[in-house]
């Protein structure tokens, strides 16, 4: 089992830049794979990115493609999201989770689930 903590959110203009981070406890981090979601109010949660447990392949949504860079220290039990270009569609609460499924762009894909950040991008 492992559990997940968020940090790094907060209000920033748009054109900026966050990096977000998910500190994972438990010894068996690297073998799961991460990811990364957000959810604004009235909206299903939706796919940002993902990375596999070595860190050799990454996924992106094509809304934050080109923007957001998903990397992660197995060393630290850490995985990092750096934002950006932030535009305020962009405004979610963001969450990391982990799975057993390399790349999954679904919620189901995953096992584990942190609380959650919030991140506003103001216009």
């Known amino acids: 089992q492992v559990q997940l903590v968020e940090s790094g959110g907060g209000l920033v203009q748009a054109g900026g830049s966050l990096r977000l981070s998910c500190a994972a406890s438990?010894?068996?981090?690297?073998?799961?794979?991460m990811g990364w979601f957000r959810q604004a109010p009235g909206k299903e949660r939706e796919f940002v990115a993902a990375?596999?447990?070595?860190?050799?392949?990454?996924y992106y949504a094509r809304s934050v493609k080109g923007r957001f860079t998903i990397s992660r220290d197995n060393a630290k039990n850490t995985v990092y999201l750096q934002m950006n270009s932030l535009k305020p569609e962009d405004t979610a609460v963001y969450f990391c989770?982990?799975?057993?499924?390399?790349?999954?762009?679904?919620?189901?894909?995953?096992?584990?689930w942190g609380q959650g950040t919030q991140v506003t991008v103001s216009s």
């Open positions: 989770a982990a799975g057993t499924v390399v790349g999954s762009a679904v919620p189901n894909g995953y096992d584990y």
């Open positions: 990375i596999s447990r070595s860190a050799g392949s990454t």
């Open positions: 438990g010894r068996t981090f690297s073998s799961y794979a």
